[in-house]
Structure formats: structure tokens, C-alpha cells
């Protein structure tokens, strides 16, 4: 059974930082591309980052961009998301997920795996 665990979610003032990971079992997924995406309450779950099996490509939405950091360590099947300069418009529950499709896909329906979330709460 194919099973995305997220970890690294709490309560962190404006400007602080945070890390999530998330590891994978069940299937090894070295060969895709895993990605972060975020829910806030009442909104739609919205894609956040990205990374290529390889770890070489990357990709953020413009709201991240220069804060956060993806990346991937294949011998753990884990991914993580380094989080910096955290605002309070980043509050939201973080998923991980991984698609099939090649490339960096960035919307939700091109994801087939994905974890329980973990929820972030940047405090102002």
C-alpha cells in the first residue's frame, strides 16, 4: 500500500521558518516528479513547488518564490520543503503529492499519490 506521510507542521510567528518533509513508502517514486501543494480554509488546494526526479529542476509558484526551497533525497524517498520569511497569507494545510506525468505538472489532477497534510499556522 502506497503511503505519503507528511511531517514538520506547526505554529510559527511572521518571519520565521519551518521545514516539512515527507516520506513515501510502499513504492519507491526515485523516478518522478514530487511536488507541494497548500489549502487554506474556504480556498481551493493550490500547487506551492515541484522538483524533477533528478533534483536539477525546480519550479515555485510566484507566491513562494525566493522563500521557499524544495527538495529531494531519492535514497530516503522523502521530499522536503524549506520554508523561510513565512507570512500569515501561508497558513494552510501542506500536502505532498506525486505525479506520474513528465515534467513539473502544477495542477492538482495531475497528481495521482498524495499525503494526509500536515497543517501550518504562521501567527502575525
Known amino acids: 500500500q502506497v503511503q505519503l506521510v507528511e511531517s514538520g507542521g506547526g505554529l510559527v510567528q511572521a518571519g520565521g521558518s519551518l521545514r516539512l518533509s515527507c516520506s513515501a513508502s510502499?513504492?519507491?517514486?526515485?523516478?518522478?516528479?514530487k511536488a507541494w501543494f497548500r489549502q487554506a480554509p474556504g480556498k481551493e488546494r493550490e500547487f506551492v513547488a515541484a522538483v524533477t526526479w533528478t533534483g536539477d529542476s525546480t519550479y515555485y509558484a510566484d507566491s513562494v518564490k525566493g522563500r521557499f526551497t524544495i527538495s529531494r533525497d531519492n535514497a530516503k524517498n522523502t521530499v522536503s520543503l524549506q520554508m523561510n520569511s513565512l507570512k500569515p497569507e501561508d497558513t494552510a494545510v501542506y500536502y505532498c503529492?506525486?505525479?506520474?506525468?513528465?515534467?513539473?505538472?502544477?495542477?492538482?489532477?495531475?497528481?495521482?499519490?498524495w499525503g494526509q497534510g500536515t497543517q501550518v499556522t504562521v501567527s502575525s
Open positions: 503529492a506525486v505525479t506520474l506525468r513528465v515534467g513539473i505538472p502544477t495542477r492538482r489532477s495531475e497528481y495521482a499519490y
Open positions: 510502499g513504492r519507491t517514486f526515485s523516478s518522478y516528479t
